[in-house]
């Protein structure tokens, strides 16, 4: 399966830019997810990949063929929509059939491939049903075999889960990934929703404003974000300002002080003393202890603060916690839950603090 | 147990009182349509006597048989023509989005606006022997004017009726187009769709339901126009049904065999309106399941 690759992509409508000289790279089989809040420009990209839009600057390629100007029905790319788009007056076997029928395939060899989709997606035997007797889950497993049947180089996904009850969106995500990595077709997936950008990608594209902010592996976006949005966008964070005042290059470790007087020690090669920097800790990364502990771990923050409220989540209680003028977030188990007012004690590892320069 | 009778009775009274609100509402439509229809019909089967008979059928056998088989030949043409012109101009403007498609979105619909009798008088201007079409034919050399186009005959009254009735079967099968959603479309040319097969495969069959329903409406219009054809071909032969009605009744005073070929006339459109009404009914049981 070929790679996509996107240069200098730019689109307007009017004065304002939905998409803005964005340059990316998808390699063969990996599927990358365009992930970012509403208006930042992630299904325009999309449908200028699909060729529903023209751009208005840069380059598409598919492979190493140039597919900017060609219509959509010439490029060879399966699309699956939030609202799947079957068409409604044709039964499931004619839905997936009409892509083949308009290539001339033979009767006999659509047959089989038919059969081979729908089995793929687990609905043989569903051939004769119209899409209005499906639930939600079937007609989008019908929308992604229909994508899939006419073999394309690459498969768009536009946020093809959003319609669909939450305990079902979570089979589906495994569905699709299972099924993108047995196929080893390269794709792109839309979607708003971080948890499902980061169960079923390779990698992921954070886009913001029309333009492009981060890519990296889950984890990575996870674990290092590159600004504050992208830490603001995926998880739970909570940010603080300061400077950095001092540094232990051979350990590499910095110490970020804010403007109350509160330090903190974090991991960093390459931030030097005297920049101004974001301190991003998510609230997983957090210790608390109701008391003081009467040891404190060793080469860790250490650090005092008062609980504001607390809201029980099933698993886990998400504390707000007021240290000095800053406001963390913690997670913390439901064995004894800490009641708004009581002094708290929370721990951070210096490897767990992410710092974003100013 | 009083109270429950006095509650029934309430509640009969509720349940009639429904009844008598639609009451002017339904005897106007039995004073106003039920009753000459069904008069007509009844009329058109009583003899010079008052005594029930076929006379009035045989005269029109006898003597407008080619005209009723013309005016079906026409609707039928006219309709159909009508509708391919209607479905390739809608399809063009729901897929189309530059400035020449919101011109022709803009203008198209003034047909709808001007009354038959401005129409035929366009018409007679427009198609005469020595009308601006021959004329315009005759200056690029594709006509002699000494020997113009006849089209002052079924060509011209066809062509009438289309333009017509074409921009009013657009305005409803476009509708029809636009509740059909872009993701429909974009599925269909993401496996392969060019715009033709976008239209013939996709938007057509979607929109079947706004399409019946033009053809319906622009059929029964043409049946049952008058003006159009009157001042197109007159008394020709053969001429339309409504242009011998109007023979029968001003030179005649034949109010039997008018009614005859006005029954011929309803005929004609009874298909139509019971596959209408089949249609109607079926969708709206089906939405009701659906619901």
Redesign the interface.
Same mark, same amino acid.
């Given at each position: 399966m070929p790679g996509l690759r996107l240069e200098n992509l730019s689109k307007r409508f009017g004065k304002t830019v939905a998409v803005d000289s964005l340059d990316l790279e998808i390699r063969d089989g990996e599927i990358m997810t365009l992930l970012g809040p509403s208006g930042c420009g992630k299904t325009t990209t999309l449908r200028c990949i699909? $060729?529903?839009l023209t751009p208005d600057e840069g380059e598409i390629y598919l492979g190493d063929e140039r597919v900017t100007d060609l219509?959509?029905?010439? #490029?060879g790319? $399966? /699309?699956v929509?939030q609202?799947y788009?079957?068409?409604?007056?044709m039964t499931v076997y004619d839905n997936l059939a009409? $892509?083949l029928q /308009? #290539?001339r395939v033979a009767r006999a060899e659509i047959q089989r491939r038919v059969s081979e989709a729908l089995a793929m997606v687990r609905l043989s035997g569903f051939e004769e049903r119209y899409p209005?007797q499906l639930s939600g889950g079937q007609q989008q497993r019908v929308?992604l075999a #229909?994508?899939l049947v006419?073999e394309p180089k690459l498969l768009l996904l536009d946020e093809p889960l959003s319609n669909l009850d939450a305990q079902l969106r979570e089979e589906m995500r495994f569905e699709i990934r299972e099924l993108q990595k047995n196929l080893g077709i390269t794709s792109v997936y839309v979607t708003h929703d971080q948890a499902e950008a980061l169960v079923l990608s390779d990698r992921i594209a954070i886009l913001h404003e029309g333009r492009l902010v981060q890519v990296g592996s889950p984890a990575e976006i996870y674990n290092r974000p590159g600004n504050r949005f992208v830490a603001g966008f995926i998880g739970l964070t909570s940010f603080v300002e300061g400077t950095i005042v001092r540094q232990d290059a051979a350990k590499g470790y910095v110490v970020v002080r804010t403007r109350d007087g509160l330090e903190l020690c974090a991991r960093s090669d390459v931030l030097q003393t005297g920049q101004e920097v974001t301190v991003a800790i998510r609230p997983e990364h957090i210790e608390l202890y109701p008391e003081e502990p009467a040891v404190r771990p060793a080469e860790t923050n250490f650090l005092s603060g008062r609980v504001l409220r607390g809201a029980y989540l099933g698993d886990v209680v998400d504390y707000r916690i007021q240290v000095g003028e800053w406001i963390l977030r913690a997670h913390a188990g439901t064995g004894a839950i800490l009641k708004p007012d009581q002094e708290v004690f929370l721990t951070i590892a210096p490897d767990r603090i992410t710092l974003i320069a100013v | 147990m009083a109270e429950v009778t006095a509650k029934a009775r309430r509640g009969r009274g509720g349940g009639f009182l429904p009844f008598l609100l639609l009451l002017p509402a339904v005897g106007l439509m039995l004073a106003l349509y039920a009753y000459p229809f069904v008069s007509s019909i009844y009329r058109s089967f009583l003899g010079s006597k008052g005594a029930l008979s076929v006379a009035n059928y045989a005269k029109v056998r006898e003597l407008y048989w080619r005209d009723v088989f013309f005016s079906l030949e026409i609707s039928v043409l006219s309709t159909a023509l009508a509708a391919l012109v209607s479905i390739a101009l809608a399809a063009y403007l729901r897929l189309s989005t530059g400035w020449f498609a919101r011109f022709i979105g803009a203008i198209y619909r003034f047909p709808i606006f001007i009354p038959f009798v401005v129409v035929a008088q366009m018409m007679r201007t427009f198609l005469a022997p020595h009308g601006l079409l021959n004329i315009f034919l005759a200056q690029i050399g594709l006509v002699n004017i000494d020997a113009p186009l006849e089209l002052l005959n079924w060509k011209g009254l066809t062509f009438g009726f289309v333009w017509k009735q074409a921009p009013f079967m657009a305005l409803i099968v476009l509708s029809g187009f636009e509740m059909v959603d872009d993701t429909f479309i974009e599925a269909a040319r993401s496996v392969g769709a060019r715009l033709p097969q976008v239209i013939v495969r996709i938007l057509i069959p979607m929109s079947r339901a706004s399409i019946s329903v033009a053809l319906i409406l622009a059929f029964t219009s043409t049946v049952g126009t008058f003006t159009l054809p009157y001042m197109l071909i007159g008394g020709q032969v053969p001429t339309t049904v409504t242009v011998d009605i109007a023979h029968r009744v001003t030179y005649f005073g034949d109010y039997g065999v008018a009614n005859a070929l006005g029954t011929l006339s309803y005929l004609m459109v009874l298909a139509l309106a019971i596959y209408y009404l089949r249609y109607t009914v079926r969708k709206g049981i089906y939405e009701y399941q659906e619901g």
């Open positions: 699909a $060729g529903l219509p959509p029905e010439r #490029r790319v $399966g /699309l929509f609202n788009a079957l068409w409604p007056h009409f $892509g /308009l #290539r209005r929308a #229909r994508a006419i | -």
